[in-house]
């Protein structure tokens, strides 16, 4: 079995390549930036988002069964790329096209929770970008379409962490909220539920994120009080109702062991786990 990761050099990607590395024998990815460490690595290939005849040809030379998508970028690009992709799949007996939405597919319902059999409504143009990606997907492949709606990626020295220490060190207030509950996930969670996903051969939509949630101030604050940052200034908007941004996992097939709780984050950010 053949796997391809587009976007495998990003924060998610890069994690899930690693996990999927050491389970599977013919894993590749993409990039777009290069790196010393890709230099003489074959199984990373140079991708130019757009490029329509270099990603044919990348499928072409991989021939992968399995596509992971972990991109970023320009959004009619990306419509085009999923287009693409899923025609491939489509073609390939047991092909599987896995994608990497977001929790922002609900955020034009923000009155509750969401689990996987709810209808995304989505406010903001980037979910409704995601929306439009998964039904070109599942609208292709139907329950071979695998949707991986995830909330904000945390984990060791991971961009939103950097992020903070930088604005904790220059003095800068971070901009949060208060009364808005979110859930969270790793880079690890995600790259174990894709491992486990393709292993036992799931499909559908899955949830990858905290079983519970937190207000988002609150785990900030946490979080830069467990990494001993300091006295950082908090510039909190506080919203007039209680909102929640949360895609809680449902599905009964994932075991236990992957898992995570709110707190099991924040001691795998901080180092009191060891991952
Ligand atoms: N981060 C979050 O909290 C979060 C939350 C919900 C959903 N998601 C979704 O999860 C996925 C992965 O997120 P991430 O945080 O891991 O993203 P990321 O670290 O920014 O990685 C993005 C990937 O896309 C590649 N890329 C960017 N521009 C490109 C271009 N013009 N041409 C070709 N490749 C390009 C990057 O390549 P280079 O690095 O080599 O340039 C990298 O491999 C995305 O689809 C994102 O929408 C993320």
């Not at 909102?243 to 709780?261: C, F, Y």
Request: aromatic letters at 10%.
């Amino acid at each position: 079995m053949k796997i391809l990761i587009l976007g495998a050099s990003g924060y998610a990607g890069s994690y899930i390549k690693k996990v999927l590395d050491e389970k599977f024998n013919d894993v590749f990815g993409t990039y777009h930036t290069l790196r010393n460490d890709y230099k003489g690595n074959m199984s990373m290939i140079p991708y130019e988002l757009g490029d329509m005849e270099g990603l044919l040809n990348i499928l072409q030379k991989v021939n992968p069964d399995i596509v992971i998508s972990c991109l970023t970028g320009d959004f009619t690009k990306l419509v085009l790329l999923h287009t693409i992709i899923s025609e491939y799949i489509k073609e390939k007996e047991n092909g599987r096209l896995i994608f990497l939405s977001s929790a922002n597919v609900f955020d034009g319902a923000l009155e509750k929770a969401h689990f996987e059999y709810d209808v995304p409504k989505a406010a903001s143009e980037y979910g409704k970008f995601k929306i439009q990606c998964e039904k070109i997907i599942c609208g292709a492949l139907g329950e071979r379409g695998i949707i991986i709606r995830i909330p904000e990626i945390y984990g060791r020295n991971c961009p939103r962490i950097l992020k903070l220490k930088e604005a904790v060190k220059a003095h800068i207030p971070i901009k949060t909220f208060q009364n808005l509950y979110m859930n969270y996930t790793t880079n690890r969670q995600i790259a174990e539920w894709i491992a486990y996903i393709i292993e036992n051969d799931l499909t559908g939509i899955f949830h990858v994120g905290t079983k519970d949630m937190s207000d988002y101030a609150g785990f900030q604050k946490k979080l830069a009080d467990k990494l001993s940052l300091g006295q950082p200034t908090f510039e909190i908007t506080k919203e007039p109702i209680r909102l929640t941004q949360a895609v809680l996992p449902g599905r009964n097939e994932i075991p236990d062991s992957i898992q995570l709780n709110v707190e099991d984050v924040i001691h795998h950010i901080t180092g009191t786990v060891s991952f």
